[in-house]
């Protein structure tokens, strides 16, 4: 699975990256810099926990690889 | 090289339909005679559109190798391919936002029965009732729906007007605009396909209509061996001749340069603004791979000269000023991103130290990170333009400029 992010929803709350770091990172005006979006299948907890918390419902979880980074 | 008549609208529309051909011209055929091709001009220019179905239109496609004609060169074949079941729909995108194209509106306007065939072709083999002609400016609209009417399958074909702006042209943008939303790219990158909509660029359907009348062989004739047939090209900037060329693929750059009266080139702005500024090396092959190999994306076939009389750092400042506002403002990399890049450009044709890194910086910042390839398209037309012009750059951090004036040779929204 993939970690990807709508763009036109994420309003840069950064909980994302506070969450998973090592996945995450920020730019200079807070929105998240995906460094790593493959995830095992079936997933991990942290990074669904990730998700569910997203305030804006942008990060999500999906089966294609979308091509946004 | 055929001249190809153009007479003026007797309108207000500014519009400029100049077209002309190097080799035999194919889509632009029967245009030497007359401005517009009518139903009974095009059917004694082309002869009839001969019946199709889903199996042999790809193997059609498969024989022809048929990229699409947009922006992003997507193969029509893998459209019909991974088309969703359930009710279909066929978009003939000609919203044309690219400010420096005009080859779609060309074909609209001069010959729209070519385009129209071949979208009814893939709807009767995709089986989707009707057609809708997706385009931005009243002019064009008004003209496709004089094509339709002159047709007896006019009660398929519908032509709507969808607002303008350069984000706006993108597929997904078309296709919610077209269902009442805002034309504006959705979140979410999944394509159109996914909902059974087979959208595809206006010359695509052109370049259709005529491989299914000459069969994969014949329309293989001209091109390159893995790029079949011709292409559309926008030519501008500094050139005497400015206008909508047809040449086969595969063409050198010279010969395009010198047909168009070109002034000494500095740089080649190729595939529009989301495309790339290449050196003016006359042998460079135009086709995809062609211009690929020489660093660029031949994006929707537009090719500007920039001429040693301008500021070549100017102009860039210019055109990334223009993508900034042109940015959608859904998403923050494009919304922060896109200005912080204009402004680094900015900063470095007046000469600041630094710039050069930044605009690199924030270049790779912006690159992949929005809901539509608007970032990315901005971020390779500056960095392409970087790499090309490090003796201007030089020149620019040493004396603060290089003396001569941004004389506007990459055109803005000039046709909205
Ligand atoms: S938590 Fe959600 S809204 Fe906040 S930065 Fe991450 S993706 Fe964006
Ligand atoms: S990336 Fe930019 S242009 Fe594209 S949808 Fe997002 S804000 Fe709009």
């Given at each position: ?69 | ?396 951090l040493r004396q603060g400029g290089c003396g001569r004036p941004t004389l506007g040779r990459l055109p803005i929204g000039a046709t909205r």
């Amino acid at each position: 699975m993939n970690l990807a992010i709508d763009r036109t929803r994420c309003d840069a709350h950064g909980l994302c990256h506070a969450l998973l770091p090592g996945r995450i990172d920020v730019d200079e005006w807070g929105f998240p810099v995906l460094r790593d979006v493959i995830v095992p299948a079936g997933g991990q907890p942290a990074v669904r926990r990730a998700v569910a918390a997203c305030p804006s419902l942008a990060l999500y979880l999906t089966n294609p690889p979308p091509i946004t980074r | 090289m055929t001249a190809l008549l153009h007479r003026p609208l007797p309108t207000q529309d500014p519009f400029d339909t100049s077209a002309w051909a190097i080799g035999a011209p194919r889509l632009l055929a029967g245009l030497q005679h007359v401005e517009r091709l009518d139903v009974s001009t095009h059917l004694a220019t082309h002869g009839p559109l001969p019946g199709t179905d889903l199996a042999k239109l790809l193997a059609y496609l498969d024989g022809g190798g048929l990229a699409g004609r947009g922006g992003a060169g997507f193969p029509l074949a893998t459209k019909l391919r991974t088309l969703a079941d359930g009710p279909r729909q066929v978009i003939v995108n000609g919203t044309e936002s690219e400010p420096a194209s005009r080859k779609d509106r060309v074909l609209l306007r001069r010959t729209p029965h070519l385009v129209l065939d071949g979208a009814l072709a893939v709807a009767a083999a995709i089986g989707a009732r009707d057609v809708t002609v997706a385009v931005h400016d009243e002019q064009t609209a008004a003209a496709v729906r004089a094509a339709v009417s002159e047709r007896p399958d006019a009660r398929r074909l519908a032509v709507k007007i969808v607002p303008g702006g350069f984000v706006s042209g993108e597929a997904r943008a078309v296709v919610r605009a077209l269902r009442g939303g805002p034309a504006r790219p959705p979140g979410r990158r999944t394509p159109p396909t996914v909902d059974g909509v087979l959208l595809a660029n206006v010359e695509t359907f052109a370049q259709l209509a005529i491989l299914l009348r000459l069969g994969p062989h014949r329309f293989a004739e001209t091109g390159t061996p893995a790029e079949a047939g011709t292409t559309l090209l926008t030519v501008g900037g500094a050139v005497g001749r400015p206008g909508v060329v047809e040449i086969p693929l595969g063409t050198p750059l010279g010969i395009v340069l010198a047909a168009a009266h070109s002034a000494e080139p500095q740089a080649i702005v190729v595939g529009g603004y989301h495309g790339s500024w290449i050196a003016p090396i006359a042998q460079i092959r135009l086709s995809r791979a062609g211009i690929a190999s020489a660093g660029g994306t031949f994006g929707a076939g537009v090719l500007l000269v920039v001429d040693h009389a301008t500021c070549a750092l100017g102009e860039l400042a210019r055109v990334t000023g223009w993508l900034a506002g042109e940015s959608a403002r859904q998403c923050g990399p494009c919304v922060f991103g896109l200005p912080a890049l204009a402004a680094d450009v900015q900063a470095l044709a007046m000469g600041n130290a630094g710039a050069v890194a930044n605009a690199f910086a924030h270049a790779r910042t912006v690159d992949g990170r929005g809901a539509c390839a608007h970032p990315d398209g901005a971020a390779r037309f500056v960095t392409s333009a970087l790499h090309l012009l490090h003796d201007e750059t030089d020149q620019h951090l040493r004396q603060g400029g290089c003396g001569r004036p941004t004389l506007g040779r990459l055109p803005i929204g000039a046709t909205r």
